[in-house]
């Protein structure tokens, strides 16, 4: 491990650093050590396993394009508004990181269930959300759509307004401006903030499981598949972690070496 | 309404003295804490109970506290199986009462209880729908077809009895949802997410007017029984076997029946 030459840290700062590090890295390291390591291949040829991985893998990817086109141009509105407005919308884009993850289910359930705010009418429609994959995309994206606007936010309110309007002043309509300057300058914001949103997505489970259900292959994606299997086996449902986690991990390190790359 | 009191302007705390005062904290968090304990001169019994004696046990507890001045019972109410997850990573408890005898085997296995476990209640599954329901259920039978139908899980007890029964009753089941507690079947039909759920009686007797009750039959073929043990290592070793015994006592039994258990 080697810190650049060019910062100069604090010593002592590397003791509450080490602490932090620690209390991450401990229990996962605990994890490694009680992990029936063996079982691993054999528990990921259980169809149950499989099913569980491939709906996380699609509904995750739905969700994160939706958090995408959604979330994106919300970051881009809210970086722009002033006083009053911007609090409000701000604290009703992040809100769903604070609730707890039943809640965001139990939320959703009452909104866009068969007899919800909402959802009676869509179900008069003949769409009816609750128990679908499709609900799995939408728990998803309700609570990992928020870690994306904040990111990309936060990154945009630090950009230099100047670059803009110099822009504009050359005569870039606001649309060029956007799409050849204001995206590009936080460009790693985007990146990291999708990847963000990703790995929430994939740790999903509260929201799913209220909202959506447990069924193979339709809505019980890895962590539910985890939760599940611990009713039985524990240990069992320890080796599914692992999965989770390297996916997870594999996710989480390919935006940073990408970004890398092409500095 | 009175005013509220005028605080001074409080210049913010420079980081010296919040790293002191965290300092002081960590110090002295730990004496506080043991000395809480210490002080303490009665006995507070720790129950781990399944989640579906969360509205019996509290009631059961109180009779006992009577007949037993000075001793406390707190609980600790979860899924059977993540008790035992608790109890095996040394959760400090004093009577472990689970909804299943599988479980139980497993903390008897890991060597987790210290008494041979007792059979203290029963519990049998009902058919359940929104009150007006919506899906015209008559049973279960050809009414649940294309219908909305929420189970347990095969790998939790109540999944597994579902699935017994229905193989008794020669009936196969297309549920849009196996979740992995009880709590969450009723959840879905009080919702009206969904048109029928199967559940224990004692779910659907606490569910009250939100849901209608259809029996199953055969049922009591399929019998859920609900085993209760004393905690090994347990400091209050003499405590936890009075409160088994309370359980199973006349007193325990008449709660347990009021909240719809049946009596072994």
Redesign the interface.
Known sequence: MSLAPDTAVPRWLLVPASAALALVAVPLIGLMVRVPWAQIPRLLATPAAQDALWLSLRTCAASTVLSLTLGLPLAVVLSRLTGHWAVMVRTISVLPMVLPPVVAGLVLLITLGRRGVLGQYLSVWGVDIGFTTAAVVIAQTFVSMPYLVITVEGALRSTDRALEVVAATLGARPTTVLRRVTLPLVGPAILGGTTVAFARALGEFGATLTFAGSLQGTTRTLPLQIYLQRETDTNQALALSVVLIALASVLMVAPTLVTRRSR | MPAPPVHPIRRPPSVQRLLGLLATLALTAPVALTGCSSQRSSATLVVFAAASLTQAFPRIAQGFEKDHPGVTVKFSFD?S??LV?QL?GGADADVFASADQVTMHRAVDQKLVASAPRVFATNVLVLITPPDNPGHITGLNTSLAGK?L?VC?P??PCGDATLKLARLDGVTLK??????NVT?VV??VT????DAGIVYTTDATAAGSQVRTIAIPHSDQVVNRYPIATVAGSSHAAEAQSFVAYVTSASGRAVLSSYGFGIP
Do not use: C, I, K, N
């Open positions: 899924g199986s993540s997850d095996a909305r929420v899980a790998q939790v549920p849009v949802s196996q979740t992995t969450d959840g879905a919702t009206g997410e969904a």
